[in-house]
């Protein structure tokens, strides 16, 4: 199931940018969030996708979705201009940022090569 994240729910459970200045992700497993608005018929065409990623990951990845509408603050502090945009978030390391409604396969290519890639060499 892919969460809705509130400010504060991604102040606990991502990164709580109102007290550190480095990025320093809170979560367990690696994360992809899903910045739309419900108005967005691209945001509408993967947002099913991502329901089915979910589930393939389940326990492996966490996938949030921020209404850029509801979290202004949030979308800003992105610098999301376009929708839908996709944070991908490794346990380590940085996140990365891709735009655009992505057929699944490659949004699976991205999971793996962003979130996994360093889990395939240890």
Same mark, same amino acid.
């Given at each position: ?5 509130? =400010?504060a729910?991604?102040l606990? =459970?991502?990164?709580?940018?109102e #007290? @550190? @200045? ?6 367990? !497993?690696? $994360? &992809? *969030? ?8 691209p945001?509408k065409?993967? $947002?099913?996708? /991502?329901?089915? &990623?979910s #589930?393939?990951y389940?326990? =492996?990845? %966490? *996938?949030? =979705?921020? #209404?850029t ?7 800003? *502090?992105f610098?999301?201009?376009?929708i839908p945009?996709? /944070? +991908?978030?490794p %346990?380590?390391? @940085? ?5 655009g409604? &992505?057929?699944?396969? #490659?949004? %699976?290519? $991205?999971?793996e090569? !962003?979130? +996994?890639?360093?889990? @395939?060499?240890?």
């Open positions: 199931m892919t969460e809705i994240l509130t =400010k729910d991604f606990t =459970k991502i990164f709580d940018y #007290n @550190k @200045k480095d990025w320093d992700y809170q979560g367990e !497993v690696p $994360a &992809l *969030i899903d910045f739309y608005a419900d108005w967005c018929q945001c065409m993967v $947002a099913p996708i /991502l329901e089915e &990623l #589930n393939e389940d326990g =492996k990845l %966490k *996938i949030y =979705k921020i #209404n509408e509801v979290e202004e603050e949030l979308a800003g *502090i610098g999301i201009r376009s945009s996709l /944070l +991908f978030i %346990k380590d390391g @940085k996140p990365q940022m891709a735009q409604a &992505l057929p699944k396969e #490659n949004l %699976k290519e $991205a999971i090569s !962003v979130l +996994f890639s360093v889990d @395939k060499i240890a």
